[in-house]
Nanobody, 123 residues
Framework: QVELVESGGASVQAGGSLRLSCAASGSPMSNACIRWFRQAPGTEREEIATISIGGGKTYYADSVKGRFAISQDRAKNTVYLQMNSLKPEDSAMYYC????????????????WGRGTQVSVSS
């Protein structure tokens, strides 16, 4: 059974930084992708960053490009989301999810989800 646990969420001031962690267990990671999503109350869920485990390819939403960085530590089965220059509009619940590559590409659908970690950015 795949388990994902997010951590690192906190309340920070605008311009600050946070690093979120997504620890995975119960699944081989060699053919997986991890995607970070976020959702604020009353808004749709937004895909913000993806990493292909092992291959290292990364993808970012335009809203976070240049400010956020996704990385992996395969020895720890953990994916990180470094968030810099935070803005109040980055406030949301952040989730990580795992999916398996399809023909070498990260999937559109993710079957395994963590419970989320809250990020609040004040102005």
């Amino acid at each position: 059974q795949v388990e994902l646990v997010e951590s690192g969420g906190a309340s920070v001031q605008a311009g600050g930084s946070l690093r979120l962690s997504c620890a995975a267990s119960g699944s081989p990671m060699s053919n997986a992708c991890i995607r970070w999503f976020r959702q604020a109350p009353g808004t749709e869920r937004e895909e913000i960053a993806t990493i292909s485990i092992g291959g290292g390819k990364t993808y970012y939403a335009d809203s976070v490009k240049g400010r956020f960085a996704i990385s992996q530590d395969r020895a720890k089965n953990t994916v990180y989301l470094q968030m810099n220059s935070l803005k109040p509009e980055d406030s949301a619940m952040y989730y990580c999810a795992l999916g398996y590559r399809i023909w070498g590409d990260c999937p559109n659908e993710y079957n395994y989800w963590g419970r989320g970690t809250q990020v609040s950015v004040s102005s």
